[in-house]
Every structure is written in structure tokens, then in C-alpha cells.
């Protein structure tokens, strides 16, 4: 159960010496209390986005039901707020629902991998991310772009897939002319895109962490009995 404490008092309320100890002690429960309500928030918050990171899944089944708008928004958005090297934010992320863009990008994406499938499995969204090549952390800055991106479509029951040969794609003449048709620079390089939309058939579970995954070091005896 929240509680929700107000300071406020009415104004016809006047203190006298000898209530102050009350005062004290209503402030301090007060305090505690509001503490408390804090507390269950937050791990309430951090058992919701550790559940989203483990239920997340590779999708690679999507029907063609549209995403809505609001929904791509947000996605869209949640990229932005991903970290940067320097804060410089250097990826530029390209949202496409165009049939056209749509059609284009995956022929030049299938004729990178050497096939005429369609890499984004049908999903009806297809959300490209490139950075300027400038930048030292292009690769990381883009990387964190995405990722925040699959989290938060996850937690809008949209399902999301990391598709690779961006690089390729912008690297080549192909795709620095939709770089210029689009209007940006062509120094931006690819960094991956993800398919969007929503999930044609039931997640699976994830396959078992590897053994050693987590490597922890351990200085002296006070963290060798921590440890333990």
C-alpha cells in the first residue's frame, strides 16, 4: 500500500513551545515513512526491468498487424535516451514503414547475406540505426541505441529482432544514395537495425547461461570472505 504525505498545514494552525517534540516526532515518522514508500518503488522498479532483460526474445516470426503509432513513438524515442561516448550522441536513427524503403532496404540487405529471403522476417517495421563515422564509439554509441530500443518495445508486447549487414548496406553506393534521397550526411556509417512488430508465435525460453559467464575478482581476505 503507498501512503502519500503533504507538507502542508492549515493556516489556522498555530505552534506553541510545547509542541514542538510533537512536531518532531510527526516529521520523523514522516520521513521514515516516506522512505519506506520509496524504497518499495524502487525495487519494485528494479524487479520489473530485470524481468523485461530476462524475458526479452529474439523475434522472427511477426504478423502484419501495423504497429500503432503511439507505440513506435515510443520505441523511437527510448533510443534517444540511450548513452553515448562524451554524451555526443552521434547515432541518427532511421524509422522506416514505407512499403517502398521497406522493400528496398531488405533486397540490399539479402544481397549482402547472398540471398533473396527477407533478412527482417516480414515485420512490418524495420528501424535502422547508423552513427557518424567520426566518432570514436560510433559502434557503441549505435549498439546502445538498439538495445534500449528492444526493452522498450518488450515492454510494449512488441517483439524485436537485431538484424546485422547494416555496415555493408551504408558502406556501399546503394546505400549512400538513400543516404543522400533522404537527406543525410553521407559520413554515417551502419551500425545494425532491429525488425519490429508483433510476435507471430509464443516466445521460447532462453537457453542456459554459459558456465563462467561472471568472472569476479576478488582483492584480500575481506573480499575472499564475501565472496564465500
Not at 20 to 45: N, T
Not at 114 to 136: F, K, M, Q, R
Amino acid at each position: 500500500m503507498r501512503v502519500k504525505f503533504e507538507w502542508t498545514f492549515p493556516d489556522s494552525v498555530i505552534f506553541l513551545p510545547h509542541s514542538y517534540p510533537v512536531i518532531v516526532v510527526w516529521l520523523f515518522c514522516c520521513l521514515y515513512l516516506g522512505s519506506i514508500s520509496r524504497m518499495e518503488d524502487y525495487i519494485c522498479m528494479e524487479k520489473n526491468f530485470l524481468s523485461l532483460i530476462k524475458t526479452r526474445r529474439s523475434v522472427r516470426a511477426y504478423k502484419s498487424e501495423p504497429v500503432p503509432s503511439k507505440a513506435l513513438d515510443a520505441v523511437l524515442e527510448a533510443g534517444t535516451y540511450a548513452p553515448t561516448g562524451g554524451g555526443h550522441q552521434s547515432p541518427t536513427i532511421i524509422a522506416i514503414t514505407d512499403p517502398k524503403y521497406r522493400r528496398e532496404i531488405a533486397k540490399l540487405n539479402a544481397e549482402v547475406m547472398g540471398s533473396n529471403t527477407d533478412p527482417y522476417y516480414g515485420a512490418p517495421v524495420v528501424i535502422l540505426v547508423l552513427a557518424d563515422g567520426s566518432a570514436s564509439t560510433f559502434v557503441e554509441d549505435g549498439s546502445c541505441v538498439l538495445e534500449n530500443m528492444m526493452l522498450a518495445a518488450h515492454a510494449l508486447g512488441l517483439g524485436t529482432v537485431w538484424v546485422h549487414r547494416e555496415r555493408e548496406i551504408f558502406d556501399s553506393e546503394s546505400g549512400k544514395a538513400l543516404l543522400r534521397e533522404w537527406k543525410l550526411p553521407e559520413t554515417l556509417r551502419g551500425v545494425g537495425a532491429i525488425a519490429l512488430g508483433y510476435p507471430a508465435q509464443e516466445a521460447g525460453q532462453p537457453a542456459a547461461r554459459k558456465q563462467n559467464y561472471i568472472v569476479r575478482t576478488i582483492c584480500g581476505e575481506e573480499g575472499k570472505h564475501a565472496d564465500q
